[in-house]
């Protein structure tokens, strides 16, 4: 198999300060290290792995009109269902939430400041 991990997404963004803020206050993922590209941005962790590069748009690039390509969204799975659930409320963002029909999963939708889709999927717990 030629590939064996996905490694990263990269976000371009209208703001990256904000953009930034939002993956590190509502999803937890920290800021860690980035080599010296010319470009700004950040590199976002989730333990040891980079897994979201933030790169900040240039002033001849349009904004977002939420239409991210043929990319429909990005997916963590999450824990503490019920403390997202608040953090989400207290930030004010809006979001989706379904169920998983095979499992009976929670799901919660929400847009990143760029309007790209989160997927924030809770596995229920088999022993209860």
């Given at each position: 198999?030629?590939?064996?991990?996905?490694?990263?997404?990269?976000?371009?963004?209208?703001?990256?300060?904000?953009?930034?803020?939002f993956y590190v206050r509502v999803l937890g993922l920290r800021v860690?290290?980035?080599?010296?590209?010319?470009?700004?941005?950040?590199?976002?962790?989730?333990?040891?792995?980079?897994?979201?590069?933030?790169?900040?748009?240039?002033?001849?690039?349009?904004?977002?009109?939420?239409?991210?390509?043929?990319?429909?969204?990005?997916?963590?799975?999450?824990?503490?269902?019920?403390?997202?659930?608040?953090?989400?409320?207290?930030?004010?963002?809006?979001?989706?939430?379904?169920?998983?029909?095979?499992?009976?999963?929670?799901?919660?939708?929400?847009?990143?400041?760029?309007?790209?889709r989160i997927e924030l999927n809770f596995h229920q717990d088999p022993l209860?």
């Amino acid at each position: 198999m030629p590939v064996d991990a996905l490694q990263h997404i990269n976000i371009r963004t209208t703001d990256v300060e904000r953009t930034r803020d939002f993956y590190v206050r509502v999803l937890g993922l920290r800021v860690g290290d980035r080599p010296p590209f010319t470009s700004t941005g950040y590199w976002l962790y989730l333990g040891t792995e980079p897994v979201i590069h933030l790169v900040q748009k240039t002033a001849d690039e349009p904004a977002s009109t939420f239409n991210t390509g043929a990319i429909d969204h990005i997916a963590f799975r999450g824990v503490h269902l019920e403390a997202t659930r608040r953090a989400l409320a207290d930030e004010g963002l809006a979001f989706r939430e379904a169920i998983v029909p095979r499992d009976n999963s929670v799901q919660l939708f929400v847009r990143d400041p760029d309007g790209v889709r989160i997927e924030l999927n809770f596995h229920q717990d088999p022993l209860h």
